[in-house]
């Protein structure tokens, strides 16, 4: 994984079709999504449940389900390059935050080093500094040795976070990450997403079913219509973050709210 932040991740004409869960044939979930991410930002992803959101994601991580062929049409490239399974560029969060419960919390953070590549990858001396580093930043340097068990589950969101971030990814993909945290502990996270972000940028592409957390990160805004999927709405925020509540009470807001709302809406009535 390079220092260099800058990275080209594009969609291209992406179609994905899974076996059809009873008798024969296939489903068309995703049907020719085209994007293009050309500069560090957040981009949130939302669209109704089954749409094929975390299919899009895991095919931008290079994760290939076993038995299917994934994407069935179209290429996700990454600095032009076709990616084809697994790459070092991006690392996954997910909602269950899959720390290690016999692990204490700096160890889950050091996990990756455990693995040859990223092992070689960085001189121990600097991972021991990056895992400092990344404890203090996400506010978990007093809990470094305790388990996942003896905290909350937004201080065991940050162990995951913690973990993805020190490896300096280029791309952060991040499942609904902060789906299954109550709404002062979601903001918080969300605080500390934007702090994160600002020290070290990356693409990060962010699926949710929140539309004011999309409107509260995002830099872009894409909406998935229903089944097969296809991109319904894109939009950019100029906004500054963290957004006020003064913003997210503006016209301009209000108008994006409600737009991705009533996307959301009609794609719930086709189903
Ligand atoms: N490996 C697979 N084999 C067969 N079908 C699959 C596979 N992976 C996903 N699907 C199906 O594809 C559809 C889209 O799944 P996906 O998990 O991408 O949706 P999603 O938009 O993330 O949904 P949610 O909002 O509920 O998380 C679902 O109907 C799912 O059952
Ligand atoms: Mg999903």
Known sequence: MSEDSS???????????YPAPQGEGV?????GVSVALERPGITMLLGPSGCGKSTILRMLG??????VKTPTEGEVLINGVRCDGPHDDAVMVFQRYANRPDLTVRDNVA???????WKNKVPEAEQKQRIDQILEAVGLADKAD???????GGQNQRVALARALVLR??????DEPFGALDAQTREEMQLLLIELFNAQPCVIVFVTHDVDEAL???DRVLVLSTRPARLAIDINISEPRPRSPLWRRSTEAMR????????LHESGQER
């Open 7 to 17: 990275i080209h991740v594009e969609l291209k004409g992406i179609v994905q079709e």
């Open 27 to 31: 489903v068309r979930i995703v049907d």
């Open 62 to 67: 290079g994760v290939r389900p076993i038995g």
């Open 111 to 117: 996990l990756p080093f455990r693995f040859a590549l």
């Open 146 to 152: 305790l388990r996942p068990s003896q905290l909350s």
């Open 169 to 174: 990814p280029r791309i952060l993909l991040m």
């Open 216 to 218: 509260a990160l995002g």
């Open 256 to 263: 994006m709210r409600e737009k991705i709302l009533h996307q």
